[in-house]
């Protein structure tokens, strides 16, 4: 969660400086669960200009997106059309994630030079979502650090989300954590 420009800018300079060919994913922790801001509107152009060129992968959700792009999105048709937008802002691929829009069904929206591929899902009824993006971008970047293809990746990183709030331990009184502990060996 990078809350400021100065912040965008040092994480920028850094990674340039002591990472440069690491490939980034890059989740722009942007909206609370609760809708509040967790990036000032400065930072946003920040971010957009600095680490979107240099990111292996952008996975934003839907309300991150819309302020990225500046346009509602409504359907997964939207996301199709929001995610080639966010490619042609500098990374290599999206994965813009659905989770946002209504329904029991679920589509995350893969984007690359490549084309489009969708992931379908079925949403789990818990409280237990706190940190489901951060835990899907850190298990691509996961993947994708073990050599795995991203596609591979992003199917492996979305089975072990799934396992992660199927699992997850049922604390507290709002949005609970995740089961980080358990393990996926592949997908099925």
Do not use: W
Not at 50 to 72: C, F, S, Y
């Amino acid at each position: 969660m990078l809350a400021s420009a100065a912040i965008v800018e040092a994480v920028a300079e850094a990674l340039a400086a002591l990472a440069p060919d690491v490939p980034l994913v890059l989740d722009p922790v942007m909206v609370a669960k609760g809708g509040a801001a967790l990036l000032a509107d400065s930072a946003a152009g920040a971010l957009v200009a600095k680490l979107l060129p240099r990111a292996h992968l952008l996975t934003p959700n839907i309300p991150e997106a819309e302020v990225l792009l500046g346009r509602r999105i409504g359907g997964v048709g939207d996301m199709e059309r929001a995610a080639r937008d966010l490619l042609a802002l500098g990374p290599k691929a999206v994965l813009l994630k659905g989770g946002h829009l209504e329904g029991d069904a679920l589509m995350d929206v893969l984007v690359d030079a490549a084309g489009i591929q969708r992931f379908a899902g079925r949403r789990v009824a818990t409280r237990s979502t706190h940190g489901t993006g951060c835990t899907l971008a850190s298990s691509i970047a996961a993947g994708i650090a073990q050599g795995m293809n991203l596609a591979e990746a992003v199917e492996r990183g979305r089975h072990y989300l799934l396992r992660a709030i199927e699992t997850a331990p049922g604390l507290g009184k709002g949005h609970g954590p995740l089961n980080h502990g358990h393990t996926v060996s592949g997908v099925s």
